[in-house]
């Protein structure tokens, strides 16, 4: 039986591009900031980072960096995504509240339910974060950001194994 992998995306800031490259590419409207976006795959208890897309633009949807990074994986592979996620195919999300009406409770309780599993790729975000280099504006040169952050998620990886064998 395949392990239904957990998804989320998390936003990091960075130095506002120079005049050669347009400004707006990397504009995120809902950080109000230049950032870079960055994907995380775990397993279903957060034991083990299974993919990272690192560096896309801000403004790029979390439901298009998962369409992108599902090429990687088999296809009857499933995902647990969160709300950004929902319309994705094989890809359980918590339903929305309908516009102007109440949730029934059932669902509610269904939501939390998924929520609680999801909880665990939010606690790999985290360590991830940890280092003051993948949380704070990053300032270095953009073509070292991908090399950066592997070597972050390298040394989380390392990390959670510590913490499994112990």
């Known amino acids: 039986m395949e392990l239904e992998l957990i998804v989320d995306s998390s936003e990091q800031s960075r130095e506002r591009p120079k005049e050669s490259e347009k400004p707006e590419k990397y504009y995120s409207g809902k950080k109000k900031n230049n950032t870079f976006k960055n994907q995380i795959i775990t397993t279903p208890k957060g034991t083990e980072i299974v993919d990272v897309i690192i560096g896309e633009r801000g403004p790029l949807s979390d439901i298009n960096l998962l369409n992108k990074q599902r090429e990687n994986f088999k296809d009857n592979q499933y ?68 090399k950066v952050i592997m070597v972050v998620c390298g040394l989380v990886k390392l990390r959670i194994g510590a913490l499994i064998l112990v």
């Open 79 to 146: 995902f647990q995504g969160d709300k950004a996620d929902q319309g994705a195919e094989r890809t359980s999300t918590p339903k929305k509240k309908p516009r102007k009406k109440e949730m029934p409770e059932e669902i509610k309780e269904k939501n939390q339910q998924k929520v609680q599993k999801r909880i665990f790729v939010e606690h790999v975000i985290r360590l991830l974060k940890i280092f003051g280099i993948a949380r704070e504006r990053f300032r270095l040169k953009e073509k070292s950001y991908e």
